[in-house]
């Protein structure tokens, strides 16, 4: 299974960027899939995950509110849109796949995720 994600680039504080996460996988929509990231020098950070079902969403206290996260309607792709970005939310984002999920599963630990894609940059400048 590959992810693709896209969609990061510099941007001032309290701007938006959504982030897209592609895959050609077939059973992609049976996947939960979450969306993590990493600040220069710390550790990967848990930010927002959603069901395969679309039911659950869960969102890191830090983003909640701000960032949302949704299921395409072709089904093989996951976004984050994010609104009024924080320099502190400068980071290289990444989003995984949980083909282990129930229907309902939407995890923040990344052990949970078994497939990833290769990061996207997010710099919000102040």
């Known amino acids: 299974v590959q992810l693709q994600a896209s969609g990061g680039g510099l941007v001032q504080a309290g701007g938006s960027l959504r982030l897209s996460c592609l895959t050609s996988t077939r059973t992609f929509s049976m996947y939960a899939t979450g969306w993590f990231r990493q600040p220069p020098g710390k550790e990967r950070e848990f930010v927002a995950a959603?069901?395969?079902?679309?039911?659950?969403?869960n969102y890191a206290d830090s983003v909640n509110g701000r960032f949302f996260i949704s299921r395409g309607n072709a089904k093989n792709t996951v976004y984050l849109q994010m609104d009024s970005l924080k320099p502190e939310d400068t980071a290289v984002y990444y989003c995984?796949?949980?083909?282990?999920?129930?229907?309902?599963?939407?995890?923040?630990?990344?052990?949970?995720?078994?497939?990833w894609g290769q990061g996207t940059l997010v710099t919000v400048s102040s």
């Open positions: 995984a796949a949980n083909p282990g999920a129930t229907p309902v599963g939407a995890s923040e630990e990344s052990l949970d995720y078994e497939y």
């Open positions: 959603v069901s395969w079902s679309g039911g659950t969403k």
